[in-house]
């Protein structure tokens, strides 16, 4: 047969893979107009059928090629299937009365088979086989760009040559820090600790880990930090005033690394940490308790590496609302604190916590029982003269409840020698309940023997209404005078001394 006339040149295929309305002679005219849906495949299925395009025409496909590529297309199973499929091609490449759009249909067929199973390759003039392509659509074109690098590649292109132990940029590396609070577990009076677990996140630009001219598939990778980021470096930053610190490894290590295009490096640990805290208890129980947590780099002073608390948002998060038993979060802050050590000056990024103690336990276990011993001991002053046995019960027993209480308050407190509120509370009580006993001792000595005795005073300013004091006239001076007294103590306990030791 001979190849269509120059006059077809309206049948050439764009760069698109559109075919124009065109009148081709193999045999006999035919119009071979492809759907919408085969446009997009059909650029590379002149090449891959052994087309050769060219101005002005089009030269007639290479059935044998065709042949090899339509049999290869179909991937039956078994030995006979695969057999059947092969003479079902020759036969079909045979047909020579079938047109050239029609191949080109058969064409775009398996194009069509090859984008569905997501592997378009490419051949080259040699017949090898390229790396695979992607392609992007966007309404009704195509573009067709060069495969990507996938993380293992840029991460491993990224190691080849690098150097941990070389300070990013060469040196003076600013470090962005932040701190997200998850739980505060328990704050330990008798050590003077609390314990907390915590999210600390790092950002720092290692320019030698930029990658963005590598055509990566994503401008940032998620990375395994537990294993990769003690092969880069790193400011290597701890809390130097920690009791214990441990990253969580459950169910693996918690450390988080994202390492984006611009060479910029995110890291974030999960860590437990055990934290000192004051041990001003001078106004237990109603006192707060202040800790203070101090980051800064281990390794590198000032003038490498130059710790920042983050500054469009806030340094420290909490993720929860921070509530315990016995405390409550009322505030906390953040500073920065340069300290000269002897290697140099290192800046510390120091996080405060206040906790306000809860003590609602203490009023009904301590403050409520003293009041009531107090009181009962009072009970002593309406009993009468003549019943000192009896007196003396409620006051003793009233003094020994008081003192085995104050016993175990101390127990669950840090041998200090500071003279804390609740002790001035307790010690006052006892006072006031031992100054019943002395007078219960002044009464049963005028009454000794059965005997109404009485004690004269010859104090004319002191004593101008009462020159004589019997058993009776001092009960009855004991039961007001004790509870004034008692209350003017409280009002300074309450009111001034609580007042000026917060």
Known sequence: MTPASSGDDAGRIDGLGRRERATMRWGQPESTALPRSARIDCADAPRRCGWAVGAPRLLRPNRRSLLAHLSSAVRPKCREQRRSARRGAEQLVGMQHLSDGMLLLMCCVVAAQERDSGEARTIDESGRKSAPIRRRQSGDSAEYVADCKDDAAVVDQLLQDYDKHKLPGGGNVSVIVEIWVQEVSKIIEFTSEFELDIYVTEQWIDPSLAYGFMQPCKQNMSLDGGTLLPQIWSPRACFVNSKDASIHRSPFTNIFLMIYSNGTVWVNYRIKLTGPCNKNLKSFPIDQQSCVLVYESFSHNYEEVKMEWISNGPPITLLNNIQLPDYTLVNFSSSTVKRLYPPGVWN?????????????????????????????????????????????????????ALTFQFGAIVNNLPKTSDVKAIDVW?????????????????????????????????????????????????????????????????????????????
Request: aromatic share 20%; net charge positive.
């Open 348 to 400: 510390e990024l120091v996080a405060t916590f206040t906790f306000q103690r809860l003590y609602g336990f203490y009023i009904l276990q301590v403050y409520v029982p003293a009041y009531l011993a107090v009181f009962i001991s009072w009970v002593s002053f309406y009993l009468g003269a003549k019943n000192i046995p009896s007196r003396t019960t409620v006051g003793v027993n009233s003094l020994l």
């Open 426 to 502: 307790i010690l006052s009580s006892m006072g006031f309940i031992f100054a019943s006993l002395l007078e219960l001792a002044v009464v049963g000595y005028i009454t000794r023997y059965n005997i109404a005795n009485s004690i004269k005073c010859n104090c004319s300013w002191l004593c101008w209404k009462c020159p004589e004091w019997t058993a009776n006239k001092i009960d009855g001076a004991s039961a007001m005078i004790f509870p004034l007294c008692f209350a003017v103590f409280n009002v300074y306990y309450w009111f001034f001394f609580l007042g000026r030791l917060n």
